[in-house]
């Protein structure tokens, strides 16, 4: 199965194409732990607190900076991936499920914060946010936030990172 990732970088964020590769390798993993079984394409916006911050206020009327922002394409039931085929796009024969933005100031200041290497925790939120464009959700302390936990766990475990 052959998903497409499409990769950009706000303007002054230079350093964010070494991540690719990572990145590109949580969305992949994220994606058949969760038995996603069509070709899919995500788009991944790398930025800066700042950026990020802009598009959250936009988007969600929140004028702050967060870690990573996602825009699932459909809303899907967490754990139950089920597709209809007008959901697939005619021309790539992928399924568009998002868009995520990270922010790769939050990367480096949340590694620091929690002791992570840089590669742990840029996989750790684009699992999360693979994680939000399939359903998962976590606004609640409750069920579904224990659901996403654990799902999130298990799949870092999969990835196999330094911490």
Partial sequence: MRHKII????????????LCGLVR????TA???????????????F????GIREI???MRGVDSATDVLSFPMYEFTPGE?????????????????????????RIREQAKDFGHSLSREA??????????????????EGEMKKQM?????EIMAELRLPQ
């Fill in 149 to 153: 936990r654990k799902r999130e766990e």
């Fill in 81 to 105: 991936f089920e597709v209809d085929a007008d959901m697939i796009d005619e021309e790539s024969q992928r399924l568009p499920l998002g868009d995520m933005a990270l922010s790769i100031d």
């Fill in 47 to 50: 930025t800066d607190n700042e």
């Fill in 25 to 28: 390798r949580a969305i992949v």
């Fill in 31 to 45: 994606l058949e732990a969760e038995d996603v079984y069509v070709p899919c394409e995500v788009s991944v916006l």
């Fill in 123 to 140: 996989a750790y939120l684009t699992v999360h946010s693979v994680l939000h464009l399939l359903g998962y959700d976590h606004l609640d």
């Fill in 56 to 58: 959250n206020n936009e």
């Fill in 7 to 18: 990769f950009s970088r706000a303007d002054g964020v230079n350093s964010a194409y070494e």
